[in-house]
């Protein structure tokens, strides 16, 4: 969740990301604190309700130009990736029941700015309904003020989504700070129903395919990209202790994931995820991979193909879980060139 500044993207989901952010709620003894729903009053919990619901009935109407009304100055003069995403989740919730599920007041009005003058970093650290389970909200450079967050849920359709927003108090209303569009399932499966299935694979020693699927429970569970809770943990914990050795540090640039192909060509692979993109039975697995050019379409599509092939030949467990494979070849600074196949045709 990005507050000042900074958007981004995510192809899988089209979210938008308004400053980096975990959720918490409940109410704790420090400058920011945050409540929950039931803990609010009820002048609080309705004017709550009716800002995020009106936001989530501009985006079912696909009314861009509404919702850009009502957000904050920051990004209504800069709203073309929040105006793309709006046209994508409208598509989803089409017909849809449009019900508010979780509503939280953020409140950092006595947050103090930086030793350097700029705003500070907000820490909501909170428990869950008296409970000792804990979740963070953590929003860097956020101006003291105060904020809510609401998660909406899309039902009575057959892939159901969510709808949540970070929303920001000012002259008496709510505007918009924050908008993420994320699905509840994916192959027509729910998050618990693919953290289930990580646990068995982990078991039966399927360790690539299980890492991949926790990945794909994260995604459904978590209204937004960067939210820690316990529960969360609890899921982080069985990803790492399933993970192959190769896995053990994760994918990056930093760290990639080496593969040999059969002519001895080695791809190194900087991303390893999952994608739902084509609504087939099975989801895909998704791979970036690191190149020196793209080169001409022909040479791009032999690469990408060698380098599925090469990475399924690796891992073999990867064709009984998933439908099929993307590769991304990326260089910094051009768009990717990207290749699907289903795995009975890498070969």
């Known amino acids: 969740m990005h507050r000042p500044g900074r958007m981004r993207v995510n192809r899988s989901w089209a979210a938008v990301t308004l400053v980096t952010a975990a959720l918490s709620c409940g109410v704790v003894a420090r400058a920011e604190s945050c409540t929950t729903q039931s803990a609010m009053t009820d002048t609080e919990r309705k004017a709550l309700v009716t800002a995020v619901r009106g ?27 929040i105006q793309n995403a709006v046209a994508n989740a409208a598509d989803r919730v089409k017909g849809a029941t449009l019900v508010v599920e979780q509503i939280y007041l953020l409140d950092a009005s006595d947050l103090k700015t930086g030793s350097d003058g700029k705003p500070g970093n907000a820490q909501f650290l909170c428990t869950l309904n008296h409970s000792i389970a ?56 729910d998050g618990l129903w693919y953290w289930t299935e990580a646990r068995k ?65 080695e791809y190194h692979f900087v991303g390893l995820g999952v994608d739902d993109s084509l609504a087939k039975e099975k989801i895909d697995v998704i791979a970036r991979l690191k190149v020196e050019q793209l080169g001409d379409p022909a040479t791009a599509r032999k690469r990408n193909t060698d380098a599925m092939s090469a990475l399924v030949a690796a891992y073999p467990e990867l064709r009984k879980s998933f439908h ?15 290749t699907e196949l289903a795995m009975n045709e890498i070969h």
């Open 134 to 189: 804990e979740a963070d909200f953590s929003i860097p450079a956020l101006p003291a003020g105060r904020y809510g967050f609401g998660i909406v849920e899309a039902r009575g359709i057959a892939a159901p989504y969510r709808l949540s927003f970070l929303i920001e108090q000012g002259g008496g209303t709510w505007q918009m700070a924050g908008f993420y569009p994320r699905a509840m399932t994916a192959a027509g499966h």
């Open 201 to 265: 694979m982990a078991k039966t020693n399927e360790h690539w395919s299980s890492w991949l699927y926790y990945q794909q429970a994260e995604a459904l569970l978590n209204p937004t990209p960067l939210i820690q809770s316990t529960h969360l943990e609890k899921l982080h914990n069985e990803q790492s202790a399933a993970a192959p050795p190769a896995l053990s540090s994760g994918v990056s640039a930093e760290s990639p994931l080496v593969v040999k192909g059969a002519d001895g060509a």
């Open 324 to 338: 099929g494979v993307w590769i991304l070849s990326e260089i910094p600074g051009q768009n990717p060139y990207a």
């Open 55 to 81: 936001m989530a009935e501009k985006v079912q109407a696909n009314d861009a130009a509404g919702l850009q009304a009502i957000t904050i100055p920051e990004y209504a003069k800069n709203f073309s990736a």
